[in-house]
């Protein structure tokens, strides 16, 4: 059951979240970021977008939080989770769809 719970939230997102902004902002800018996710023709896959907002809320103040900056991060903590829980067996995941799809969201599988 989600919570509402500011301080659940934010736990939960950065157990999710183990990659810095410098880190998740450098791989968005490869194409390996951007050759993944659901896209809608050209534009931007919703994993991408997310990547991006990640970012500015990983370098936003706890203080200055919004709703809906938590609610995206109720979003990637839920993404992260279920996407973790599809790990394809019998491969090499460092090169796979499902990892680079993963650090869209700000998770590196393969982080320690």
Do not use: C
């Amino acid at each position: 059951m989600a919570t509402d719970d500011p301080d659940t939230i934010r736990r939960e997102f950065g157990e999710a979240v183990n990659m810095t902004a410098g880190e998740l902002e450098e791989w968005l800018g490869t194409e390996e970021s951007e050759a993944v996710g659901q896209k809608d023709g050209d534009a931007e896959s919703t994993g991408h977008a997310s990547g991006r907002r990640i970012v500015e809320l990983l370098r936003t103040k706890k203080a200055d939080l919004t709703d809906d900056d938590l609610a995206h991060m109720r979003k990637v903590h839920g993404y992260v989770a279920r996407h973790l829980a599809q790990e394809p067996s019998g491969e090499d995941v460092e090169a796979s769809r499902w990892r680079y799809s993963l650090m869209n969201w700000g998770h590196d599988p393969l982080k320690k």
